[in-house]
């Protein structure tokens, strides 16, 4: 699998780097069972076909690069891609648009991402505290989390039943209970990544912090996944 | 640890350094207030000047008491204090309780590591420094600088502060909260809230603990001590401020948000502690904690003399999720029975604004001998024609008649006449707050402690489990087994 989490430390110790890349931290959740959306890390456009082949359309792809934070900005993402000529074009424009906009960048390739359909958006992340060590997170995700401050935190390592009052606790909570006609969601499968989650931090010291955001929650039964990982070492 | 500070709370003898004549010193209120709370103990002053003092022989240091002191309360200036651990230390004194500042609050960290330190090295244990003192109402031991006539009972308090704990023994008094104990944490640089709140778990005196906390310095071993607690007792805690706000540059949400209040709200959940927003709710707890703290059954019957006071209460337990269901069919027609037609049997059972005293007699009665009703909420709006003492006796009557033990809480509304009412029910073990709204609320924490209890005990279940687990196949600490699988 070459991810083992000490393989990716190495790597990102090797490269100067404190964050983890696209791929490696969707490689370390899955090392730890934690479901994400299916990914391939494409380093030319007939590799970013291939992987799209496996994944099945639509897919999205996001440039792979340690010196940019903010990818949208330099045209280093392109949602719902739908054919394979498209998957070619939007390699090539996605290596282009990066080396125009932030030459210099050192590009490692593209992710090619399952698009996943649309669920309830959570975030799940894990911090290490200066006084109560790890602990972790959940909360009502997507890129409104720190306006809305929906969240409940436990102190890491965790029991099923912590888990599953940090879901009870969210003020969203009825969200996880279906709307508009819509079916409940999977709680246990956010309660299973939560868990996970309190597993990765209790045991990977190096890793400093965890932000699964958002992770997109199914009807019931039909589990969760991650759409999008950021991992932070210690400094 | 908790065994060792027994000593703390039941010394032998104490001596008091610093003690002096002049009443307005930190060390003569001290030394007044223990003599003044009936210490059965022997109790020394120490001043190198007075020959006496509050009608006690003085002595020039603590080794030259002719006896071991098990505690010695320290209020000199902070530069002194080093030398009186000293001596103290090779006197066999057991615990220093140091109400000097001028430490750590003041940037002389140095200082208090060095006391604490040294003292570790002569065998005694630390309280404060840069504390008001401390209080234990069964060893009949008030060691502090704040009231001297606190009411005996079974709340014990904890606070981080020092102006407002002694705020809050006056509040207590106040209130009719009886305490069993109360205890300045100050700088917490050697005893912490862990310890002192494994000494009031295993205390069979105290039946709740009010902690007020601004920050802890082992995190783990306060959520480890509280969760403790709360498998036994349950716990208030008034969380000030908050964790490193700001101080972390912060790469991530988790991160960004774990510096704000909502780890903390966490850590408390976690723990079984009930989370109180203020000092007014804090106490409300306590006051009903101190007379009950078995989960009842669910059925709450709320019998009021107005339907507003009653859609109030509805209201406030709703909103801590307990949820009123109409009145068994006997208690109905037994109801029926002597009130008005006009009268209301639902829940809230509504007895009419005319409703005598005998009215909440019956009512009340017939509630608490009714083996489908769990808890009872009493409410009463002065009115006129009725009395609010004669309502609360009314109520004490039925209580003691039946004699089940049943929660009952009061919430009587009105003028002075019902304030003395308030204090009656207090005094008869009847937790009673002036708004049908706070008397709801104390009702619903006794709910809110069932429920956060059974999560602990989960808790501890899983942990012991995980344990045994980790014991038999040599596994790091997991809850969850692993289940690889490659990038597609």
Known sequence: MGCTPQALVESAIREGRRKLLEHESLCLCEYYGIPVAKYGL?????????????????????????????????????????????????????????????????????????????????????????????????????????????????????????????VKELKGYRLFKGFRGEGPRDEAAVVDVVLRVSELITELDEVAEVDLNPVIVFEERHGAKVADARFMLRG | MAEHLRRLFYPRAVAVVGASRDPSKIGHIVLKNILSGGYPGRVYPINSNAGEILGLKA??????????????????????????????????????????????????????????????????????????????????????????????????????????????????????????????????????????????????????????????????????????????????????????????????????????PMLWEGVLEQAGALQAKDVETAFDYAKLFSAYNVPPGPNVVVITNGGGAGVQATDTLAENEVYLKEPPADYVSYLREFLPEFASTRNPVDITGGAPDEFYYLALRGALEHPEIHAVLVLYCQTMTTNPLKTAEAMVRAIEEVGCGKPVVAGFVGSEEVQKAISYLLGKGVPAYPTPERAAQALAALYRYAALRRVVEKRAEYLRAARGERARLGYAESFVRRSPRGPP
């Open chain 1, 42 to 166: 494409a380093r030319s456009s007939t590799e970013a076909v291939e992987i799209a082949k496996k994944i099945g359309f639509p897919v999205v792809m996001k440039v792979v690069s340690p010196d940019t934070l903010h990818k949208s900005d330099v045209g280093g993402v392109a949602l719902g891609v739908r054919t394979f000529e498209e998957v070619q074009e939007k390699y090539t424009s996605i290596i282009r648009g990066v080396m125009l906009r932030a030459p210099g960048a050192r590009v490692h390739g593209v992710l090619v991402q399952e698009m996943l359909p649309r669920g309830l958006e959570v975030i799940v992340g894990a911090t290490r505290d200066p006084y109560f060590g790890p602990v972790v997170m959940l909360g009502i995700g997507g890129v409104f989390v720190e306006v809305l401050k929906d969240v409940s935190f436990r102190v890491a390592p965790l029991t099923l039943v912590d888990a599953e009052e940090m």
């Open chain 2, 59 to 260: 002595y020039p240091r603590v080794s030259s008491v002719p006896e071991q002191v098990d505690v010695v309360i320290v209020a000199v200036p902070a530069q002194k204090v080093l030398d009186v651990m000293e001596d103290a230390g090779s006197s066999g004194a057991e615990y220093l309780v140091v109400l000097s500042s001028g430490f750590k609050e003041v940037g002389r960290a140095d200082l208090e590591r060095k006391l604490v330190e040294e003292a570790r090295r002569h065998g005694m244990r630390v309280l404060g420094p840069n504390i008001f003192g401390y209080v234990y109402t069964p060893a009949k031991l008030n060691a502090s600088f704040g009231p001297s006539n606190v009411l005996p009972g079974g709340v014990a308090f904890i606070s981080q502060s020092g102006a407002l704990g002694i705020a809050l023994m006056g509040y207590s008094i106040v209130e009719g909260v009886g305490v069993s104990g109360v205890v300045s944490m100050g700088n917490k640089a050697d005893i912490d809230d862990a310890d002192v709140l494994e000494f009031f778990r295993e205390d069979p005196n105290t039946k709740v603990i009010i902690a007020y906390v601004e920050g802890v310095a082992d995190g783990r071993r306060f959520l480890e001590a509280a969760s403790s607690v709360s498998l036994r007792k349950p716990l208030v805690v008034i969380k000030a401020g908050r964790t490193e706000v700001g101080a972390k540059a912060a790469a991530s949400h988790t991160g960004s948000l774990s510096s704000g």
